[in-house]
């Protein structure tokens, strides 16, 4: 059944007013906008906010299941097809791998104090 004018309207207030919030930096009452009920919105495209909202601000496990609750009720859905893909893949990273980062960043600042040395010599 299609959305009365009236849901439609309610479900463009909460994005705007979630958006609005994130925006400010204020993650957690953004997501509760769109987590009126306590549990996840029935509506698919605040669904998709919310998990898009918990994603940016970290929590992989949660976003994880909104992804697989938004796939499960659209199951042609792409961009839930990636997330799934991309935070799957991200939790199953080897534990060395944040080290990457600072690996390189030390490095080049060896070199850097290396090549300053030699300079000044």
Known sequence: MPAS?????????????ALALARSGQMKAAQAVLTTSG??????IELHALAALVTSAGDFS??????????QREPRHAEAR???AAIELWQIRP?????IPVGVAT??????????????S
């Open 107 to 120: 490095l080049g600042a060896v070199l850097l104090v290396v090549v300053l040395l030699y300079a000044l």
């Open 39 to 44: 549990g996840a919105p029935d509506d698919p």
């Open 82 to 84: 990636r997330m799934i």
């Open 62 to 71: 949660r976003a994880l299941t909104l992804w697989r609750q938004l796939l």
């Open 95 to 99: 534990s060395w791998y944040g080290f």
């Open 5 to 17: 004018p009236t849901d439609s309207v309610g479900t463009t207030l909460n994005l705007a007013k």
